[in-house]
């Protein structure tokens, strides 16, 4: 059974930091491209990051570019979500997401999800 497991969500407030990483079992997602959606109450799932199986190779959504950082580490956790200067607004329960292959923005292109972890930005 693959499993991908998100922790590091919580309550913060306005201009605050977390750190989101994901955990995997039941096979290694080395070569796996990685990325991060989050959801707000009412809205469809939106792109936050994704990363290249090597980790040369980051792209972001234009709204948490300069804010937010991914990055990956093959031989424990599979991937993290540095998130610095938070605001309201990326209140949202956060995915990470598998794929074989590269990065992917869209959802779709994703196998594997983990159950989600909420981020609360209070103003």
């Known amino acids: 059974q693959v499993q991908l497991v998100e922790s590091g969500g919580g309550l913060v407030q306005a201009g605050g930091s977390l750190r989101l990483s994901c955990g995997a079992s039941g096979r290694t997602f080395s070569t796996y491209g990685m990325g991060w959606f989050r959801q707000a109450p009412g809205k469809e799932r939106e792109f936050v990051a994704t990363?290249?199986?090597?980790?040369?190779?980051?792209y972001y959504a234009d709204s948490v570019k300069g804010r937010f950082s991914i990055s990956r580490d093959n031989a424990n956790n599979p991937v993290y979500l540095q998130m610095n200067s938070l605001k309201p607004e990326d209140t949202a329960v956060y995915y990470c997401?598998?794929?074989?292959?590269?990065?992917?923005?869209?959802?779709?292109?994703?196998?594997?999800w983990g159950q989600g972890t909420q981020v609360t930005v209070s103003s």
């Open positions: 990363i290249s199986w090597s980790g040369g190779s980051t």
């Open positions: 997401a598998a794929r074989r292959g590269g990065w992917a923005y869209s959802p779709t292109e994703y196998e594997h």
